[in-house]
């Protein structure tokens, strides 16, 4: 004999794993509706969407624990007029700051980073140069890609 009988039994045991394996991938190909339904009985039904909120002047009010003051419209925490996107795309080889963060999904931080990343190799030769920085993903810069342009 070749095998021992434990080596024998473990060949056996794997090969009829094996055929039961392509045994349920044929019996799924051949039969995908009894397959999907029997798949489905261990997902979650979706959950239907809540009910919008009533408006404010229907719902009652509560009670407020803590006094607080209004705040002004001009106190340097609320913007008092939001600042119109600008039709161009910006120009990182010449923005500030603050120019980068308004763009969306853009904070202070990455903005710091980008401008960092500029002083430190230069001017960046194409927006894909931005996929170097720390923070800055393929999804991002697809969605900052018209909006974005580098400079001559």
Avoid: C, H
């Avoid at 261990?42 to 959950?47: G, I, L, M, N, T």
């Avoid at 002083?119 to 720390?134: A, K, V, W, Y």
Wanted: aromatic share 4%; glycine share 6%.
């Amino acid at each position: 004999m070749l095998y021992p009988p434990p080596q024998l039994r473990l060949l056996l045991v794997v090969a009829a794993l094996l055929l039961l394996g392509l045994a349920v991938r044929e019996w799924r190909a051949g039969f995908p509706e009894q397959a999907e339904r029997l798949e489905s009985f261990d997902r979650e039904e979706p959950v239907p969407p809540l009910a919008p909120p009533p408006p404010p002047s229907a719902r009652e009010p509560r009670p407020r624990r803590w006094a607080a003051s209004p705040r002004p419209a001009d106190e340097p925490g609320q913007p008092s007029d939001p600042v119109p996107p600008d039709p161009r795309p910006l120009d990182l080889n010449q923005a500030s700051v603050e120019q980068i963060a308004r763009l969306p999904g853009i904070g202070p931080a990455l903005a710091g980073r980008i401008l960092e990343e500029r002083e430190r190799r230069g001017r960046f030769d194409s927006p894909e140069t931005l996929r170097q920085i720390l923070g800055l993903g393929p999804k991002k810069l697809a969605a900052l890609r018209d909006l974005i342009t580098v400079g001559e």
